[in-house]
C-alpha cells in the first residue's frame, strides 16, 4: 500500500506528534508513504477568504505533484483533506480548471488524484481485523472527537452526523468508545486567533459534553481539535471555572500505544495535558 | 401587461456580485435549520437563517457590514443539514470576499486572513510564530503577551518551528499570488 503522504504545515509544527506517530502506526501497516515533492500550504481558511481562486491554485499545485506520483494523496490535516477535496471538486468545471492551470504557470493539472484522510485508509483499506494489537487498551474511556471536517461538507467516507470510524477503530484496539453528544461540532479552530473567546467557549463545550459522558480522554484526527483541546485546555478551564484533566491523543497515539510502538516514536510528552497519570493505571503500559 | 412590482428593502440596485449570490440562495425557504445548526450563532449580530433574507432583499450594506460572515467558522454544519443543499458556508466565505473587496474591513480579521497569506506567498507554507507576532502587533500588542503563557508552553514542548520552512518552489508560489493580482487590477 502507497500513499501520497502531504502532511500538511501543522504536522512539522504545533502537530508533530500526530506526524510522528501516524508514520510510525503506518510503516508498522505495511504502508508506504513517499511525501508529495516540494508541497506548499494548502491555503487553510484564510486563502479562500482573500480569493478563492488563490486557494484552488494553491491545492492544485500540491494535486499536481500527487498526480506526478500516481498515487492517492493521504492527509491527516482535516482543513487540507478539505481543500483538496474542494478543489478536485470544483475543478471539474474545464473553464474553471483552465483559468487556474493558467495561474499555475503551465504546470496543468489533468485529472483529479483521490485524497483520502488516514482515518479511512486504516478502517477501510487496512481493515480493523489486520490491526496487531498486542497491548488492549482495556480501561481507557474514549470520546472521539470528529470535530468538522473530517466528516464535512458532506460526500465524505463517514456520517457528517453521527461517524463510527474512530470509534469502530478505538474499540479494535480493545478501548472503550463512550458515546459523545459533541463528536461533530465545531471547537472554533478556524476563528481561534481573530475571534478567541468564541474558540475557547466552543472547545469548553465539547470538553464538557466528553467529560459528562464518562471519557477519561479524548481521541482527535485534527491538529487543530487537538490544539484547542490540548494546549489550549487550561485556558479553557481559566475561561469556564471548570476542571476538566482530560488527556486528549491523536488516534494515531492511540494505535500506537496498542500496536506496541515505541513510545518515544508517540511522542507522548509533546501533549499539554499528560496522559502520565492516567497510562500508568493500566498495567498494560 | 408583464408589469412586476419589486419589493427592494435595500438602499440601491444590487450589484452584480450580490445579485449571483441572491441565484445561489435563491431556493432558501426561510427554515432556519442553519442557524438551528450552527454552533456559533449566539455570536453573530445576524443569524445565518437573517443574512439568506438580506441577500434576497439585496441589503448589501448590511450583509457586507455583518460581524456574521467573520464569525462562521467554517464548520459546514448548516451546509450539510440545509434541506435545499445551499452551500451556506461558501456563501459566507464569498460573503467574506465581497467584504474584503469592497472595502468592509474589519481590521483585526482581515490582519489575521492577509497577514496567513503574506507568509504563504513568501515561503510557501505558515510559520506559525511570524502568524501570532504579526497579528498580535496588529491588532493588540497587548493581547499578545497574553499569548506568551501558550507560546512557551508550546516551545517547551517543541512545537514552534523556529525558521520557517521555505519550500523550492517559492518562486512558483510568489508567482501564482503576482498572477492573481495582475489579473485583478
Redesign the interface.
Known sequence: MRYAYYPG??L?????EYDSSLRAVCQRLGMELPVVE????C????????????AL??AA?DLVAVERQGLTMMTPCPACYKNMRKANKALKDQSLRRQVN????GMGLQGSPEVRHPLDIIVNDVGLDNIPVEKPLAGLKVACYYG??IT???DGFDS??NPQSMDRLVEALGAEAVPFPYK???C????F???A???L??TSKVLASAKAAGANCVAVGCPFCHLLLD??QG?VEAHTGMTFDLPIFYFSQLMGLAMGVDEKELEL????VSPAPLLKAFAWR | MAHQEVLRLGEEAPSADMIALQETVASCMQCGTCTGSCPVAWAMDYTPRAIMRLIEAGMEEAVLGSQTIWVCASCYSCAVRCPRDIEITDVMTRLRNLAIKKGYRPRADVAFYRGFMDIVRRYGRMFEPELMIRYGLAVNPLKLLGQAPIGLAMLRRGKLAFKPDRIKGQREVREIFDRLEGGRE
Open positions: 504545515c501543522s512539522q509544527a504545533t502537530a508533530r516540494d508541497w506548499n500550504c491555503g487553510a481558511t484564510p486563502a479562500s477568504t482573500i480569493d478563492p481562486l488563490l491554485a494553491l499545485r493558467e495561474i499555475l504557470g468538522c471536517l464535512r461538507p458532506r457528517p452526523e461533530t461540532k465545531c472554533g479552530g478556524a476563528v486567533l481573530p475571534k473567546e468564541v474558540a467557549e466552543l494546549m489550549y485556558k510528552e509533546r501533549l499539554a
